[in-house]
């Protein structure tokens, strides 16, 4: 790894340390370099706080060094007043006069404006240092600009001859490691959804238990509104949306919103547009068959990470695990189990 790639790589680092807290805004991490060395660092802590470039800058006693400095950057510095001022303002301010930059932000609002910005007023640009990895440190903000729709994460645990489960069995295939796992993911995306049957079958609580962080928003997908007295889900922390066909009027539970939508065709793509209008960028979609079956005949999906247990289901009433074609982009055994994740080869983010 050059050196160029090893301060970006320390951006995503420090990018990374805000999963779960941004959204809608994009995870970005700062550093500043004098002489080889990193003498600042910072990131996006909170939406409507200070950007990255800003933090990294502050970090700073002396900020006379700023012009013998270089900032490292793992998105594109923001040319727009939204929240804040533009970083690119304080770049010029603060006279450094080298900005390295993994990825071009997608938003219209800035989408190379900073980088020309920078440029014309006699700043050295460098683009593009570990690009394709600097995408995948804020999936939900890239989805949303450029897919239009949260980044869809399909999770399921299959048995070693592919199958997800029994019919009205709760069956166990994942293990304490995966299940840890499974909610580190739950505290990074900003929202899970189930269908009715996994809801009726295993009674899960779909909170984030066993990491730091958040939990997820929580979607039930019931048509008739109605859940079992002992749900669960009712008891986690975190707000639940039960999506069902019929009126919000029939039928009411504590901390939980009601979306009427239609159970037709369209129903995925308007959970979908839902959640971006909340401005919940991902979602985990974490079963049943069915439910991840529709996800993937509609094409409405980014990343499958599917748990391979190392023991057959053989029963008469088996449930075949989905079928997930797409592009492996990481193997790992993780106790007994295997993760496999995979990439959708149509996903744009
Ligand atoms: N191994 C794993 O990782 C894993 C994970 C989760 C669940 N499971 C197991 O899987 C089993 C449940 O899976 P399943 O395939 O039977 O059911 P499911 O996907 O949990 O739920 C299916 C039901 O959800 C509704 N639904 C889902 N998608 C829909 C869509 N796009 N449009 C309209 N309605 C939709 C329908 O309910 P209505 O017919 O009521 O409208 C449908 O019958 C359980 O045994 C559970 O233990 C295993």
Redesign the pocket.
């Known amino acids: 790894m050059s050196q160029h790639q090893l301060f970006i790589q320390r951006c995503f680092e420090l990018a990374l340390l805000a999963n779960g807290k941004v959204t809608p805004n994009p995870k970005v991490g700062a550093v500043i370099v004098h002489n080889g060395k990193i003498i600042g660092e910072g990131y996006h802590r909170f939406p409507g706080g200070p950007h990255a470039e800003i933090n990294a800058i502050n970090s700073l006693t002396n900020k006379e060094l700023l012009p013998y400095c270089s900032i490292y950057v793992s998105l594109e510095p923001c040319n727009n007043f939204g929240k804040t001022p533009p970083c690119v303002e304080s770049i010029l301010k603060y006279k450094i006069p080298e900005v390295y930059i993994s990825v071009i932000d997608p938003n219209p609002l800035t989408m190379g404006k900073s980088v020309e910005k920078l440029k014309a007023a006699g700043v050295k640009v460098t683009l593009n240092i570990l690009s394709e990895k600097g995408k995948t440190v804020s999936p939900g903000f890239f989805s949303s600009i450029i897919n239009k729709r949260p980044y869809v994460v399909l ?4 048995s070693l001859n592919k199958k ?8 166990w ?2 293990n304490p490691y995966t299940k840890r796992l499974t909610h580190k993911w739950r505290s990074e995306l900003n929202a899970i959804i ?6 009726l ?2 009674n899960p609580m779909l909170n984030n238990r066993l990491y730091f962080g958040k939990s997820p928003v929580k979607l039930l ?4 509104g109605v859940l079992p007295k002992d749900a669960a889900v009712l008891r986690s922390a975190g707000k639940t949306i039960i999506v069902s066909d019929l009126s919000p009027k029939t039928f009411s539970y504590p901390n939980t919103d009601i979306w009427q939508l239609p ?1 037709d065709d369209d ?2 793509k308007n959970i979908l547009a839902n959640l971006k209008k909340e401005g919940l960028n991902s979602l985990l979609v ?7 079956n ?1 996800f993937i005949q509609q094409d409405l999906w980014d990343e499958a990470r599917i ?1 391979t247990g190392n023991h057959s289901i053989n029963h008469p009433d088996s ?1 075949p ?1 989905p079928t997930i074609e797409g592009t492996l982009i990481n193997s790992t055994n993780i106790g007994d189990n295997l993760l496999q994740v995979i990439k959708n080869k149509k996903s744009l983010a």
């Open positions: 999770k399921f645990a299959q997800i489960g029994v019919a009205n069995t709760n069956v295939i994942s189930v269908g009715s049957n996994t809801l079958v295993d997908l019931k048509r008739n159970f129903l995925l974490e079963g049943g068959a069915t439910l991840i529709h748990f449930i695990a």
